[in-house]
T-cell receptor, first 114, second 110 residues
Framework: EAGVTQSPTHLIKTRGQQVTLRCSPI?????VYWYQQALGLGLQFLLW???????NRGNFPPRFSGRQFPNYSSELNVNALELEDSALYLC?????????????FGDGTRLSIL | GEDVEQSLFLSVREGDSSVINCTYT??????LYWYKQEPGAGLQLLTY?????DMKQDQRLTVLLNKKDKHLSLRIADTQTGDSAIYFC??????????FGTGTRLTVIP
């Protein structure tokens, strides 16, 4: 069974640019979560999508947004990139949220802002 | 708010047992998780425990939960060099997202 896949694996951008990160969940999983792992800040929850709807959002500015497609894959968009957005962005998926199912993570996209 | 604390570093000799500890503040977490992160990789789900359990064993891994003290531990028996990684404790909020500790870097000395 394929795990959570994320693309691209690495990305280099400059301040002010925009970026789109992609995530494909494990087959059968309907919930997708995004987390940011920045140096010195640890792992922080960004967004949760389930059945195409945004269900919860972490303490991040509106320039962080995303969506979930009918096939349950997801995109994370970050506008007006800032230096502090440099981080590993991790996507996780789980079965339907009703049962508090464990989240399984991909290998992440490493975003570097110059 | 939710807070999870872990010690930053742990060194053990190959073949010994490792015990990684975690304390948390949110007693409403239904599940508590242990994840492993190797260099350059994402998070690997190791094991998890339901909040009404005291202990869970899975091969070399033993999880102990003390709800009264809000203390969670992960014991790795017969630690191997391949176990060297960062280990994260995580709770799950009512809003379904995970909140993580700072991670414990386990170094296994051959």
């Amino acid at each position: 069974e394929a795990g959570v896949t994320q693309s691209p694996t690495h990305l280099i951008k400059t301040r002010g640019q925009q970026v789109t990160l992609r995530c494909s969940p494990i087959s059968g999983h309907t919930s997708v979560y995004w987390y940011q792992q920045a140096l010195g800040l640890g792992l922080q929850f960004l967004l949760w999508y389930d059945e195409g709807e945004e269900r919860n959002r972490g303490n991040f500015p509106p320039r962080f947004s995303g969506r979930q497609f009918p096939n349950y894959s997801s995109e994370l968009n970050v506008n007006a990139l800032e230096l502090e957005d440099s981080a590993l962005y991790l996507c996780a998926s789980s079965l339907a949220q009703g049962g508090r199912q464990p989240q399984h993570f991909g290998d992440g996209t490493r975003l570097s802002i110059l | 708010g939710e807070d999870v604390e872990q010690s930053l570093f742990l060194s053990v000799r190959e073949g010994d047992s490792s015990v990684i500890n975690c304390t948390y503040t949110d007693s409403s977490s239904t599940y508590l998780y242990w994840y492993k992160q190797e260099p350059g990789a994402g998070l690997q789900l190791l094991t998890y425990i339901f909040s009404n359990m005291d202990m869970k064993q899975d091969q070399r891994l033993t999880v102990l939960l003390n709800k009264k003290d809000k203390h969670l531990s992960l014991r790795i028996a017969d630690t191997q060099t391949g176990d060297s990684a960062i280990y994260f404790c995580a709770g799950q909020t009512g809003a379904n997202n995970l909140f993580f500790g700072t991670g414990t870097r386990l170094t296994v000395i051959p």
